[in-house]
């Protein structure tokens, strides 16, 4: 197993991504850079659940609508501080997260994807029907910019998507931390163990129900704040938050990447974000495209590019031992 | 509620009831024979409403001509899908068949969004806003309709499966994989035909459905919606559990939305699958020893 110190080095590796906003300059693509940072946190979190529990949540982005909706309704109706309503989007994603295991992690795998699935569904019929709380369609706009009082810098306001990168990055670190040290602890070890044979691990005596409850709720809380930062960058609130197409993106992002592999994962985030908008895709194509990857995927390569990767080494490994084992005779 | 409102509403209800049935029972069918969920169903029938619409419009030919195209082109899809992708699934295979089903529908979906656009369409028959007249009670022809076909084809399927050869050989695979094989079923050939008739089925609730509903690229979500919940409450895979829950939820909502809102309704349909997860985990009506 790799040691946690690779998790530094891979961050160093990554820190030239910091001086992004200073090379450059068009606000189009650095509001992409900030998606992309968004979708790390948003594949970290699914891979999390998915790749290293084995249990496929569809309601990820039921997490991340709530958390923006939370942060929205907080700071735009109730004058709450802007870090307080975020921290409180992740504890109402995870009082969610909470309801939906507790309903339907008992049941087979199956009834967990359609229980999730279901979930976001709802929350996108709420977001467009409970009009008192979320004005529908319409949305919550007009959000206030995060401030942040930083030592030596003084105030900032992250209002422009140069500021913002900065912000979404953090949070990215933040996670891609936390996950990495739960997956590397006693817990990620018990997680595998569930994913890998279930009876098993209960058999040795893990408490399977609730390492599932905890990885789940891990997962949701970091996704929710993710949607409250997400909703505050962005300035608005509404509805096509809870869209399908996060879901299928995240999909897409920790099913190409390869699911239970860490790195990939988060490579093939920042590729899937900014691929599409290179090759100047329309809203529509893309899903159509996203759709075609994922099941072109599916039955080509299950294990992701990472897997693939590793199946063809295996496989010459193979040959190069039997073509020397030929050798000798 | 005068007693003419009651029957109205009832009326109303069973029409959509009927079809709620139809739609669950194929995606029931399908994860009886197959034993995994088609998370496309519900765009199967959102293209089986656009196509019969865009067959009426484009070529003038009257409903009762497109309503067999459609259902017969979907049913052609089914096979087509089932040989090319489902086909290769092994059991146990779940995260797989999910994710393919997934991406089917996200093309199809915004294949849809693409090709016919967003706005929502009305199918003109020439009997959408006739009604009939008997005293007081005011009933809608296209529900009628809408009812005698959803009636015909879930009786044509419950003699199908009970009283034919294949019917039988359907429901052994159902029940019992490893014995269905042993005793010389052909499993792939009754899947492929489980998969036909389900998205068949599919097809057609699209097009009994666009005599009552609009029509447009993303109602197969609102659809889908319920239908999982259906099978869920039922029991994932049982297909008297599918038209039992289908046919009430198809009424309750009918009186429901009298007095609430769709989206208190949606609330209402997620608390009780909830409930019945925590309650009865294999639904209602599920087998109740999963092997």
């Known amino acids: 197993m790799r040691r946690p110190a690779s998790t530094w080095l891979v961050l160093l590796l990554l820190m030239p991504a910091l001086a992004l906003p200073s090379i450059i300059e068009s606000t189009y693509y650095m509001s992409i850079a900030v998606t992309a940072a968004a979708f790390c946190v948003l594949s970290v979190c699914l891979n999390l659940i998915y790749g290293y529990v084995g249990l496929l949540s569809l309601c990820q982005v039921a997490f991340w609508g709530l958390g923006a909706y939370a942060t929205a309704i907080l700071t735009a109706h ?6 307080l309503a975020l921290i409180a989007s992740g504890i109402v994603a995870v ?19 359609i229980a999730s699935l279901v979930f976001a569904l709802l929350l996108q019929h709420l977001a467009y029907d409970w009009t008192s709380l979320t004005r529908g369609a319409m949305g919550i706009p007009g959000l206030p910019v995060p401030e942040l009082a930083i030592p030596l810098v003084g105030r900032v306001a992250f209002g422009r998507a140069h500021d913002f990168f900065y912000l979404m990055c953090a949070w990215a670190i933040v996670t891609i931390l936390f996950v990495r040290m739960i997956i590397l602890s006693r ?11 279930t009876s098993l691990a209960e058999s040795h005596g893990l408490n399977v129900f609730r390492y599932k409850l905890i990885a789940f709720a891990i997962s949701s809380f970091f996704t929710g704040v993710a949607g409250g930062l997400f909703c505050l960058f ?11 197409y996060y879901t299928e993106a995240m999909l897409v992002m920790v099913i190409l990447g390869g699911a239970g592999t860490f790195w990939p994962v988060i490579v093939a985030s920042i590729v899937f974000t900014f691929a599409p908008e290179f090759l100047r895709i329309g809203e529509e194509l893309r899903l159509v495209l996203y759709g075609a990857l994922l099941v072109a ?7 992701g590019f990472a897997g693939f990767v590793k199946m063809r080494r295996r496989k010459r490994q193979r040959t190069e031992f039997s073509e020397a084992l030929a050798g000798k005779s | 509620m005068t007693p003419e409102v009651f029957v109205e509403v009832l009326i109303n209800g069973i029409a959509i009831g ?7 029972l194929g995606l029931a069918l399908i994860f009886g024979v197959l034993e995994f969920v088609n998370f496309a169903h519900g765009e199967f029938y959102m293209i089986g409403a656009m196509l019969i619409s865009a067959i009426m419009i484009g070529t003038g030919v009257n409903y009762w001509l497109a309503l067999p195209v459609v259902v017969m082109a979907s049913l052609v899809a089914g096979v087509v899908l089932y040989d090319v992708f489902w086909r290769r699934l092994r059991q146990g295979d779940y995260e797989k068949s999910i994710l393919i089903t997934i991406g089917i529908a996200l093309i199809l979906q915004n294949g849809a969004l693409y090709v016919w656009g967003p706005t929502p369409r009305l199918l003109e028959t020439g009997f959408t806003t006739s009604v009939i007249v008997l005293g ?11 009812m005698s076909i959803s009636f015909t084809v879930l009786l044509l399927v419950y003699l199908g499966l009970n009283k034919t050869r294949g019917g039988l050989a359907l429901r052994g695979v159902a029940q019992n994989r490893a014995a269905a094989t042993m005793v010389g079923i052909q499993l792939h050939k009754i899947s492929r035909v489980a998969v036909g008739v389900g998205i068949g089925l599919c097809g057609l609730s699209g097009g009994v459905l666009a005599l009552i509903y609009t029509i447009f690229p993303t109602m197969g979500y609102i659809l889908a919606f319920k239908a999982f919940a259906i099978v869920i409450i039922g029991g994932l895979g049982s297909l008297a559990g599918a038209i039992i829950v289908g046919f009430t939820l198809g009424i309750v909502e009918s009186f429901v939305t009298l007095y609430m809102s769709s989206g208190s309704m949606n609330m209402l349909v997620f608390g009780a699958m909830i409930a019945v997860l925590l309650f009865r985990p294999l639904g209602l009506f599920g087998r109740q020893l999963r092997l």
């Open chain 1, 95 to 113: 009082l969610a997260s909470i309801l939906v295991g507790i309903a339907s992690f008992r049941v087979s795998r199956h009834s967990f994807a």
């Open chain 2, 136 to 146: 007081d009670l005011v009933i809608p022809v296209a529900r009628i309709v809408a």
């Open chain 1, 234 to 244: 962005i300035s608005i609130a509404d509805p096509s938050v809870f869209d399908f």
């Open chain 2, 18 to 24: 009927s079809v709620y049935a139809l739609f669950a």
């Open chain 1, 297 to 303: 995927a599916m039955l080509a390569m299950p294990e």
């Open chain 1, 187 to 197: 817990v990620g070890r018990a997680l595998v163990a569930i994913r890998e044979n």
């Open chain 1, 78 to 83: 109730h004058d709450v501080s802007i870090g």
